[in-house]
């Protein structure tokens, strides 16, 4: 297996620097757009993105199996569900607590990986799995209002 850790770390903060622009611009559209209207409207600006990415890249456009298209379907409803989800609780939750609760995200990515796949989950990262969810309970916590 080819590894470039420096192409990988430059794309891992681009992600961070996208998510985070995602995350302000979805919390600012819904003070006054129903989550549905922003997941429209994001979906609006990204099919043409990814898919000036796909051709750029050569990738297929259309699964070739009924199993590539089952993936497809199961895909599209886990990002309408998650990202849904998240649309949804940044109209309800200020943005730094949504920003902490969506690290779970990885977390439940690596336990359903674990029953679907049987992938294995090693003592490293299951460490950082109890961290990960610790802060996000920590963060849960400190948000909440003191009675005054």
Do not use: K
């Amino acid at each position: 297996m080819l590894r470039n850790q420096a192409l990988g770390d430059a794309l891992s903060v681009a992600t961070a620097f996208w998510y985070a622009l995602y995350f302000l611009s979805m919390a600012e559209g819904r003070r006054t757009e129903a989550a549905s209207r922003m997941m429209f409207w994001a979906g609006v600006a990204g099919a043409p993105l990814l898919l000036a990415a796909a051709l750029l890249l050569g990738e297929r456009l259309a699964p070739a199996t009924a199993a590539g298209w089952a993936a497809v379907c199961g895909l599209g409803l886990m990002h309408v569900s998650g990202q849904g989800a998240i649309a949804w609780a940044m109209g309800r939750l200020p943005t730094s607590t949504a920003s902490v609760v969506v690290l779970v995200q990885p977390v439940v990515a690596a336990i359903l990986g674990w029953i679907l796949f049987a992938e294995a989950i090693g003592p490293l990262q299951g460490l950082g799995a109890a961290i990960t969810l610790g802060g996000v309970v920590l963060a849960q916590w400190a948000s909440r209002r003191r009675p005054g």
